[in-house]
């Protein structure tokens, strides 16, 4: 018969070589490591209200790294059943060991719900266990005792290339390479430009990429994506795979914790790494909530489709001929089968407009600053579609 009593850790301190069960809010963590022999290893700290201050650390064996605790944040509640307490020099400290040890993982202060985001094998969830988890979540929010405040950023608020956490739909994954999958992720916003520091000229042999995927995804794909809305593309190498063993699915929302963000050429993506983390988080989260409802607003105003970065209106270097056309986007236009441009300028006079329709920076008497990075402006124009994805401009010219 398994006792299924949960001790204070003050409780379990004097219960040296017994087993204990606990349930506690997580201090601090380690990434796991390899062991002396052929497991894996990582050490948590874990705190109550018996014994906030400093903790106890908790080591944790399996034969795996999936099998392991994969903690998204600091203040989150672990369940530890038939751990064994020891002692080493004085300190104490928990065992958890893989032939007869269990747990679970649980949000935090923001949880809204008491459903783990990964158990071990060997664990039984009890009704009765949620009155501890939820009194832990009032606690940590009475006590302050951890004040982690995580921030999920929108897309449109990345602005430097930095660790970020994010809260995004996942759309699509694919495999790009023989140790590499790429994830497609979206929050209905905009990511904002980012400077080309190519040089012009190198342009004409070397183009700057439309996607960072080695292949262009099919129509059939595109055609499921949203048509506003930067899609943010996530590479997960072979490495990272052993930290994160199930890929998220598509269709599903999820957090992900300590991404890098970066930039190729123009271009945001992200990157995971052994320390960041993906959980799955329920359709009715007020994180999702907020993000669906902001983007059911967007859709529904006159200028819903126009970038978020070219308000209050794109630059005045085109105009139209087609005013009654609502805006549409770039995904628009690949989706659907439905150019007086250079308006006989001389060719010193178009140069000078292309320049400027490239972004090139110039100074203040004309002359290209040289090394200075690109920032091409947003514009309006028609395009009218071809067969096989050929796409031609029209009823626009430059004015500007």
Request: with cysteine; net charge positive.
């Amino acid at each position: 018969m398994v006792d299924y009593k949960f001790l204070k850790i003050e409780d379990a301190i004097p219960c040296i070589n017994q087993k204990v069960n606990l349930i506690a809010v997580i201090l601090d963590f380690s990434l796991p490591q390899k062991s002396r022999g052929t497991d894996y290893f990582c050490k948590l700290k874990i705190i109550d209200e018996s014994h906030p201050k400093y903790g106890i650390p908790v080591h944790l064996f399996a034969q795996c790294i999936g099998a392991l605790p994969h903690v998204a944040s600091v203040g989150d509640i672990i369940h530890l059943s038939r751990v064994m307490m020891k002692t080493h020099e004085g300190d104490v400290y928990a065992i958890f060991n893989k032939r007869f040890s269990s747990f679970a993982l649980y949000e935090g202060i923001d949880g809204e719900n008491f459903h783990p985001y990964q158990v071990s094998l060997r664990f039984h969830a009890r009704e009765q266990d949620n009155k501890i988890i939820a009194d832990l979540r009032k606690w940590l929010a009475n006590s302050k005792v951890i004040d982690v405040s995580i921030n999920f950023l929108l897309l449109r608020e990345i602005n430097e290339v930095d660790w970020i956490n994010l809260a995004c739909k996942v759309l699509h994954i694919c495999k790009t390479a023989k140790d590499e999958w790429m994830v497609f992720l979206w929050d209905g916003t905009d990511a904002p430009p980012f400077g080309i520091y190519k040089k012009l000229e190198d342009e004409m042999q070397n183009q700057l990429p439309l996607c960072l995927e080695p292949m262009p995804l099919s129509r059939d794909v595109l055609c499921t994506f949203p048509t506003v809305g930067t899609i943010l593309r996530v590479i997960i190498n072979e490495d990272c795979r052993k930290y994160t063993p199930q890929l998220p699915k598509i269709g599903q929302w999820v957090k992900l914790f300590h991404v890098l963000c970066k930039v190729h050429e123009g271009l945001w993506y992200g990157v995971l790494t052994p320390s960041s983390k993906i959980r799955d988080i329920p359709n009715d989260n007020m994180l999702i909530l907020e993000r669906q409802s902001n983007y059911d607003h967007r859709l529904s105003c006159k200028l819903d489709k126009m970038p978020y970065w070219s308000f209050p209106w794109p630059s005045r270097i085109t105009e139209v001929n087609c005013d009654d056309v609502p805006f549409a986007t770039l995904m628009d236009v690949l989706m659907c089968r439905k150019a007086k441009f250079f308006n006989g300028y001389s060719s010193d006079a178009l140069t000078q407009k292309l320049i400027k329709l490239l972004g090139v920076a110039i100074s203040a008497g004309g002359m290209e600053i040289k090394g200075a990075a690109r920032n091409p402006p947003w514009v309006q124009c028609c395009l009218k579609s071809h067969y096989l994805k050929c796409y031609k401009i029209c009823d626009t010219k430059l004015v500007g």
